[in-house]
């Protein structure tokens, strides 16, 4: 066993939530060249180049991308040969985002009850999911999650005789039906398969793929190049202005499911694909 | 890219150059007010009571800014997702309200009430946060401390930029955009 003491967790968790919101990933980047590139419409030609000119502002002075600097979500893949000390790990990963969001001058955005609508006023509690992994490592992926796009993601419980076609029209519904809501150009996540919550986290984690990385299965891959095609067929466009770029990535996550279901979410993405990672 | 400048406070005049699709540069005051704030104005409108800022001829932005940085006039500061706000907007507009900003698609009540009183709706780029936080020299909180982000901020502008989606004339460029570029059956 490696000892490894939560204080090391909380100091990643700092550096994460900061940097996640400061400096946007080069793949996203790449995306928005493109975007500058062969986007037809004027309008929407100018959004790639505020969007480019955002990102490097934030990247320079060390300000977030965006107003909105999320739910603090965290994917922890914990080695099962690594013995957690020196306290409670989950209190250890919201101290982390305590100090993170409040030295990161970083918009504490949630509330502690969903009805009477306090704020906690230090954005935690985080979602943290751990997945127990072998190994002596601990893998950390922080994501903070916008809420104008998570409000236009959906959860259907399609029935098998549905298959590709329900699928496809689902995907492509939700996405007309968010339009220019949730900050397009997205990221569509898709869950498929599993179970009921099962399947909502699989489209948040289809979301931490890099943009251009497709699904290893050639099936799965060939879907997504499709379904980013409808998505762009619909004309929406970046933030909606109208234009050929309504989407710049769709990523598909498969597990097994029951002989009776065919579970589908859609989790939207806006252009603010954050996320960074640290391995300890 | 041509932008149309415009300077606030607004008038009739002013609103009636503007269409759907036009992108603009704002420079004035502007004032900032998201979900808290409006149920708020709201309220006192409904008990007869007056409100804390004179809000006639201005432009509302729907924001929730992050905490300025040392030396920072304001944080972040892109637009929120309009159409929560579409339960107050035709009232903000009936008691004088010329212009909000915000981002994403309004409700059919709202959009006529654009119409009906004379304002715009302007979009600005959602997740632009830091570039649009460049054109805002000055922020002080002018009601409701307590809403923090959610305050209502006086703000001053110089060239913000921002597109046209409603106008005075029933025309919306989120449906007008769509139909020019999709390619469907």
């Not at chain 1, 009850?113 to 943290?128: E, S, V």
């Not at chain 1, 029209?169 to 996405?175: A, G, K, L, S």
Request: charged fraction near 25%; include cysteine.
């Amino acid at each position: 066993m490696r000892e490894l003491d939560v204080k090391f967790i909380s100091e990643a968790v700092v550096e994460m939530c900061k940097d996640s919101n400061y400096i946007l990933g080069e793949d996203v980047i790449r995306a928005f060249q493109k975007g500058l590139e062969e986007e037809v419409s004027p309008v929407g030609k100018e959004v790639f180049k505020q969007l480019l000119e955002n990102a490097r502002i934030a990247r320079e002075e060390e300000v977030p991308m965006c107003q909105d600097t999320g739910t603090a979500v965290i994917f922890v893949e914990l080695g099962q040969e690594v013995l957690l000390v020196g306290g409670d790990f989950e209190e250890a990963v919201n101290a982390g985002v305590r100090q993170g969001y409040q030295e990161g001058f970083l918009r504490k955005s949630i509330v502690r009850d969903p009805l009477d609508r306090k704020n906690t006023g230090d954005n935690t509690p985080a979602i943290i999911h751990v997945k127990l992994v072998q190994g002596d490592q601990v893998r950390l992926v922080m994501a903070p999650k916008g809420g104008g796009s998570e409000n236009m993601s959906t959860l259907k419980m399609l029935t098998p005789a549905q298959g590709v076609k329900g699928l496809e029209n689902f995907v492509v519904e939700t996405v007309r039906l968010a339009g220019s809501n949730p900050c397009p150009p997205i990221v569509v996540g898709i869950g498929l398969g599993g179970s009921f919550e099962r399947v909502a986290y699989l489209a948040k984690k289809a979301l931490l793929r890099p943009l251009g990385s497709p699904n290893p299965d050639t099936f799965y891959a060939d879907l997504e190049d499709k379904l980013l095609e409808k998505i762009n067929n619909t004309g929406i466009g970046p933030q909606g202005f109208g234009g050929r770029f309504t989407a710049l990535a769709v990523h598909i996550e498969v597990f097994p499911c029951h002989i009776a279901s065919l579970p589908a979410a859609v989790n939207i993405n806006c252009h603010a694909s954050r996320s960074v990672e640290k391995v300890l | 890219m041509e932008f149309k400048k415009i300077t606030s406070p607004l008038t009739d005049e002013k609103v009636r150059n503007l269409k759907a699709g036009d992108n603009i540069l704002i420079s004035g005051e502007i004032y900032t007010a998201r979900d808290a704030a409006h149920k708020k104005l709201i309220e006192l409108l409904e008990k007869g009571r007056p409100w804390p800022v004179n809000l006639r001829g201005q432009i509302i932005y729907y924001v929730g800014p992050t905490p300025a940085k040392p030396g920072q006039v304001i944080g972040s500061s892109g637009p929120t997702t309009s159409g929560r706000m579409d339960p107050y907007t035709p009232t903000m507009l009936k008691s004088g309200v010329k212009a909000v900003i915000g981002k994403g698609s309004r409700n059919q009540e709202t959009r006529k009430a654009f119409q009906d009183y004379k304002g715009v709706y302007l979009a600005a780029t959602g997740g632009a946060g830091a570039l649009l936080a460049k054109t805002i020299k000055e922020a002080e909180v002018v009601a409701y401390p307590e809403l923090g982000p959610e305050a209502v901020r006086r703000l001053v502008v110089e060239d913000f930029p921002a597109t046209v989606i409603n106008d005075i004339y029933g025309n919306d460029l989120y449906e007008e955009g769509r139909r020019r570029y999709a390619r469907e059956k």
